[in-house]
């Protein structure tokens, strides 16, 4: 991904002159781009992937691609060439990659440094004097605690407080009444053509320097979900401020009680004509006065109001800031998809993950939505793609898929994730899923191509995939499968290989690897030969014998009932319907099936 950094002039003309050819495929669903730059006067190489597999571009489409990318993630002044490679084995992106990698490197250890002392400025103490006119300053000392601090900052001219954070998410950046930029402030987000907020011009002695507070707009009306009567008639539909709102509302309930006190003037009257012979005369009297009382009252606030104090008839609402809106993402989120997505990271932040940057478990913070919106501080992503390049020992580098605990992630292949592995991940039917395979396909421009290969990753049960006993078989019936996945006890019957240690591997589960070459599979019983064969770090099975599905994927049950080598409806096969025969144990047309297909398995 896009990575600004500074190298020396040398290491760039070196580049120049050695730019790689690179053997181009006809067309491909990713391209690597690479761009070459300028900046402040010393040059440096970012990279970038294009495309996201599943639209196929051409040499010269992608080269397009590349240069928008380029200029569109960076000032377009700066790029000087882009290069670029498809990304598949063999088609010159690893090349390119290298190339670019070469160009930085000599600013590496110096962007570095920069990205360590940033992490650790972050994480560490700090100490910020808010100053009259300059904003939160941060100080180089007064960081060993709140009272040091404060003493600094009393004796810091022209401060009006301090503040003393412990980490990152307490700086003054973090107070969400500082806008950092003037179009994050004066936005139309409801269409109207009008700007919801005014950039105020004044530095607040508590923002950083250069933030700035946001203050709702006055020329902004605001349409009320109830309206308010209004006693000259019609009514109040939108107002401009709190102010103007609570005027009308004041005027309604005016007019409302001015009314409840004439209905009870009167009323006191008709008890006081009826009292003289009710004995109430006394009581009528007390209504009339209380209601005249609080009419003239009602009348006179205003008066009173100012008397009191004149700003109160004002209606003048206290200038406050509006709140900079920031966004929450899913912990599930990538830095690689945020990217795609149009987010932006801080360069700065990216951290050398276990193969480096930019690349499996490389951790970034995330700065902003693609609409300019900022994110909650401190919200990190992690980049989770492998490049076909990085792999653990053992596993296979063109299959590789970078899975992640949340701090740290690993490219590894599907067999690899064995109930007891070196990762401490447990495996699981999603994470399993996840390490798939990509397919490949006879004609993958087909809007429904035809399998080539297909590959699966999944995650099983199976006894025999966790015993290195050479021709383990397992004896099963439907208690001791389901016994298996549940485990607590060891499961009677099953094989004397079947040792405690096996059951609690089972139990727990592997992940497996499967392929199968469609283009040998014609007819249904193609899909009982010994050749497909299901993988994992300790062992490896025939597809044909793994016949329970309540054991997990893949199985020659589903796989045969599924027939995804597309025997009945791909030209040139034998047209068959594959169904899994429960009485013969295996798959077979049709026309020989002697039993309906039993899906807990068994042969």
Not at 11 to 25: E, H, I, N, R
Not at 166 to 181: E, G, H, I, R, V
Not at 226 to 246: K, L, Q, R
Not at 264 to 293: C, L, N, Q
């Amino acid at each position: 991904m896009l990575r600004v950094g500074k190298i020396i002039v040398l290491l760039m003309a070196l580049a120049s002159f050695a730019a790689p050819q690179v053997a181009f495929a006809e067309r491909a669903s990713k391209w690597w781009c690479a761009c070459y730059l300028t900046t402040d006067g010393s040059q440096t190489c970012d990279e970038t992937i294009i495309g996201d597999g599943s639209v196929f571009f051409d040499e010269t489409e992608a080269q397009t691609h590349c240069q928008t990318a380029c200029t569109t993630n960076l000032p377009s002044s700066t790029v000087t060439k882009v290069e670029i490679g498809t990304y598949v084995a063999g088609g010159g992106w690893e090349q390119v990659s290298d190339d670019c990698k070469a160009v930085r490197d000599g600013s590496n250890a110096s962007a570095s440094a920069s990205a360590s002392s940033s992490a650790g400025s972050s994480a560490a103490q700090a100490c910020f004097c808010n100053i009259a006119g300059q904003g939160a300053t941060q100080q180089a000392s007064g960081t060993s605690d709140a009272e040091a601090c404060q003493k600094l900052c009393v004796g810091t001219p022209k401060s009006q407080g301090y503040l003393y954070a412990t980490d990152s998410s307490q700086f003054p950046s973090a107070n969400l009444q500082c806008f950092s930029k003037e179009e994050l402030c004066e936005k139309d987000m409801d269409g109207d053509g009008i700007n919801d907020g005014t950039f105020d011009s004044k530095q607040p002695a508590e923002c950083p320097s250069g933030w700035h507070y946001c203050y709702p707009s006055d020329t902004k009306k605001y349409t009320l979900q109830i309206s308010i009567p209004s006693p000259s008639g019609g009514a109040v539909t939108s107002v401009y401020n709190y102010g103007e709102y609570v005027n009308a509302v004041y005027k309604y309930l005016l007019g409302f009680a001015v009314t409840i006190a004439i209905v009870f003037v009167m009323i006191g009257g008709i008890r006081y004509v009826v009292g003289a012979t009710t004995g109430e005369i006394g009581k009528a009297k007390d209504m009339i006065v209380k209601a005249i009382t609080g009419l003239i009252l009602l009348l006179f606030a205003y008066a009173i109001l100012y008397t009191v104090n004149p700003e109160l008839i004002k209606m003048k609402v206290p200038k406050l800031p509006m709140i900079r809106q920031v966004s929450l993402l899913s912990g599930g989120d990538s830095c690689d998809a945020l990217l795609n997505e149009g987010y932006t990271i801080d360069r700065n932040s990216v951290t050398e993950g276990r193969y480096g940057q930019n690349i499996c478990g490389s951790m970034a913070v995330v700065t902003t939505k693609p609409d300019g919106t900022e994110v909650a501080d401190g919200t990190t992503c992690m980049f989770m793609d492998c490049f076909g390049r990085a792999v653990e020992p053992g596993g296979n580098k063109e299959t590789a898929k970078c899975l992640s605990d949340g701090a740290t992630g690993w490219c590894v292949s599907c067999n690899q994730i064995y109930a007891e592995n070196d990762f401490g991940i447990t495996p699981s039917v999603s994470r399993c899923a996840s390490l798939d395979p990509a397919d490949t396909y006879v004609n993958a421009s087909e809007t429904n191509p035809a399998y080539d290969q297909y590959n699966v990753c999944g995650f099983t049960h199976e006894p025999t995939m966790f015993t290195s006993v050479a021709g383990a078989t397992a004896a099963l019936t439907a208690t001791t499968a389901a016994a298996i996945v549940s485990g607590g006890t060891l499961a009677a019957g099953v094989g004397a290989w079947y040792t405690l240690d096996v059951a609690d591997e089972a139990m727990t589960g592997s992940c497996v690897d499967m392929t199968i070459s469609c283009q040998k599979v014609v007819a249904c019983a193609d899909y009982n030969s010994s050749a497909w064969q299901v993988t994992n770090t300790k062992t490896d099975n025939e597809l044909y014998d793994l016949d329970w599905p309540i054991l997990g994927d893949p199985n020659i049950v589903d796989v045969c009932n599924s027939d995804p080598c597309g025997v009945r409806t791909v030209e040139g096969k034998s047209k068959e319907t594959c169904v899994y025969n429960e009485g013969t144990g295996d798959c077979r047309a049709t026309g020989f099936v002697q039993a309906e297909p039993d899906m807990t398995g068994g042969h």
